[in-house]
């Protein structure tokens, strides 16, 4: 004689769901931290390279990227902007990288892609003669893209005057560049903008926080460049503390952005703020 099966009772399914539930939840968390993790790797590497690439091309030619380096590469379309300083390195061979400069979980980037369809393939078009001698190198168009290709990064150009013995004797205190949308203005300085919030000038990890990479090629994460006797950099003329990057920075020296109606500062010069 068969033994009628008894079915689930709603108690017992009730509890089911809410166990699988909690394992999707733990599940989704752990995933989540695992895509946070790797983003950071990414940008770390990142900015190490671009770092290393800077400081190789110093030690190389005795000087930091000037803005006269900057005109030998610019396509004469539109302002100084980040895209020339890659443009620099790419023409001398230091970076060729594209997703050093443009990070492929950045927000923005994610939206041109949509928007455009394509990577830029390169960041300098170089031409050579016959003996394979470069005779000329201009940013390319497509890495400028329509209305500002996204870049991941700001970096540091310096005045024509500068020299290598400038940034050197603090390399391990001088900002070389850092992850898109750190405050330096009055309102909230040393802060990473909210994306929600300010699409074309929010942080890429939003207003988690962001990375700054030194001269010497280590990187540090920030929640926040602290306030007051707590701030995270130092002043450069003076050594007391600042949350305002450009502080940081040797006179003459100044940190770009992107292809876009910003401002900048640098060099103890009030250049505008965002």
Known sequence: MHRKRRGFSLVEIVIVLAILGILMS????GVSHLSEAARKAKAISSLR????????YMEDTGHPIRWKDLDAVTDGTSGYDITLIAAVLAKEGYLNSVGAWAWDF?????????????????ICDIQRDGGGKVTSA?????????GGFPISVCAMVASDSCTNDDFFKNASEIPIAYSRGLRDGNTAPGTWADSKINFDLGGVFSSRGGFIVFLDGHV?????LGTGDRCALKKYDTNA???????????????????MELSWKGGNQDCGTF
Request: glycine share 6%.
């Open 138 to 146: 201009k940013v390319s168009a497509s890495f400028r893209g329509k």
């Open 106 to 122: 950045d927000y923005r980037l994610r939206k041109y892609l949509r928007d455009e369809g394509t990577m830029p393939t390169r």
């Open 241 to 259: 503390m600042t949350n305002k990057i450009y502080e940081a920075l040797p006179k003459g020296g100044m940190l770009l952005m992107e292809s």
């Open 49 to 56: 390279t671009i770092a290393n690439a800077y400081r190789q």
């Open 220 to 224: 540090e994460w920030y929640s926040n």
């Open 26 to 29: 733990v599940a989704f968390q």
